[in-house]
């Protein structure tokens, strides 16, 4: 779904949101329809609004999921999170602390999944992309489902396909990825420990007074979109700059040559300026 809604003016997330079929919300949460429906029946994700006969999902949903299977991966069990999402429910505001866990867990991208299947992606990359599809999806740029494949990015998808038509093999895209993923990956975590450093104040095993929790929700949504900012114009301050030092470092060589070329030309030729000297 492509719909955007947008929060109240006195919710702390005043951003749009993205607004998901369930399908749609486990893609983008890295979970299965199964596990949103058992998670859905412990109580540990509100159930969706419903328009008629479809229910429909927002971006404090996928904050929710994402929370759970971070916990899940560092070894807590669903009764574990059960308790504690209980706990938190009960002691604060459950509006204020479903604002706190979508301002630092919610999506950073209004993208939404696009499926492709194997003919669409070997029309976009060409005949021999097929060979590069395991390692595609070793680094998420597409997941597999059944006979089709889907993007969580599908703009980083088209412009892929973009650059290979260029005459860029997906090959050399795939190699570039994988080089530069480790540096975005250290760049966001600075980033992300930048934009929500209000919390280091709190004590790490308790959150924040119910009453702080709306201004740091605040803050947290004007930041979010100030970092991603800072990333784009630093990204594009490095991008003139390597192609400047590549433009630079090419006419030097060219200017290198033609100086070699006329020197050698020069040396070949009769010294007539020492004979009109004599004369």
């Given at each position: 779904?492509?719909?955007?809604?947008?929060?109240?003016?006195?919710?702390?997330?005043?951003?749009?949101?993205?607004?998901?079929?369930?399908?749609?919300?486990?893609?983008?949460?890295?979970?299965?329809?199964?596990?949103?429906?058992?998670?859905?029946?412990?109580?540990?994700?509100?159930?969706?609004?419903?328009?008629?006969?479809?229910?429909?999902?927002?971006?404090?949903?996928?904050?929710?999921?994402?929370?759970?299977?971070?916990?899940?991966?560092?070894?807590?069990?669903?009764?574990?999170?059960?308790?504690?999402?209980?706990?938190?429910?009960?002691?604060?505001?459950?509006?204020?602390?479903?604002?706190?866990?979508?301002?630092?867990?919610?999506?950073?991208?209004?993208?939404?999944?696009?499926?492709?299947?194997?003919?669409?992606?070997?029309?976009?990359?060409?005949?021999?992309?097929?060979?590069?599809?395991?390692?595609?999806?070793?680094?998420?740029?597409?997941?597999?489902?059944?006979?089709?494949?889907?993007?969580?990015?599908?703009?980083?998808?088209?412009?892929?396909?973009?650059?290979?038509?260029?005459?860029?093999?997906?090959?050399?895209?795939?190699?570039?990825?994988?080089?530069?993923?480790?540096?975005?990956?250290?760049?966001?975590?600075?980033?992300?420990?930048?934009?929500?450093?209000?919390?280091?104040?709190?004590?790490?095993?308790?959150?924040?007074?119910?009453?702080?929790?709306?201004?740091?929700?605040?803050?947290?949504?004007?930041?979010?979109?100030?970092?991603?900012?800072?990333?784009?114009?630093?990204?594009?301050?490095?991008?003139?700059?390597?192609?400047?030092?590549?433009?630079?470092?090419?006419?030097?060589?060219?200017?290198?040559?033609?100086?070699?070329?006329?020197?050698?030309?020069q040396s070949g030729t009769p010294d007539t300026q020492?004979?009109?000297?004599?004369?």
């Amino acid at each position: 779904m492509s719909k955007q809604t947008h929060s109240t003016p006195d919710e702390a997330a005043a951003d749009s949101r993205n607004e998901y079929t369930v399908d749609e919300l486990a893609r983008v949460s890295d979970t299965t329809v199964r596990n949103v429906r058992a998670y859905q029946d412990r109580g540990l994700l509100a159930p969706p609004e419903k328009r008629g006969r479809v229910g429909i999902y927002d971006d404090t949903h996928v904050a929710r999921l994402k929370l759970i299977n971070h916990l899940l991966a560092r070894g807590y069990t669903l009764s574990n999170i059960q308790d504690l999402i209980k706990a938190i429910d009960e002691g604060h505001d459950l509006r204020s602390i479903l604002g706190l866990e979508n301002a630092i867990g919610g999506r950073w991208s209004h993208e939404l999944p696009k499926t492709y299947s194997l003919a669409a992606l070997a029309q976009m990359f060409g005949p021999q992309a097929t060979t590069q599809l395991s390692r595609v999806t070793e680094l998420g740029l597409l997941e597999r489902h059944g006979l089709s494949f889907v993007a969580k990015s599908p703009a980083l998808l088209e412009a892929a396909a973009a650059m290979t038509k260029e005459g860029i093999p997906p090959r050399e895209l795939l190699d570039v990825i994988s080089l530069a993923r480790p540096h975005f990956d250290a760049i966001a975590r600075l980033l992300v420990d930048l934009v929500v450093k209000r919390l280091d104040r709190y004590d790490a095993g308790t959150l924040p007074p119910a009453t702080d929790v709306p201004e740091l929700v605040d803050a947290i949504w004007r930041l979010r979109p100030l970092a991603a900012v800072f990333v784009e114009g630093e990204t594009n301050r490095a991008l003139e700059t390597a192609a400047g030092a590549y433009l630079g470092g090419r006419v030097a060589t060219i200017l290198d040559k033609k100086l070699s070329d006329e020197a050698a030309r020069q040396s070949g030729t009769p010294d007539t300026q020492g004979d009109d000297d004599k004369a």
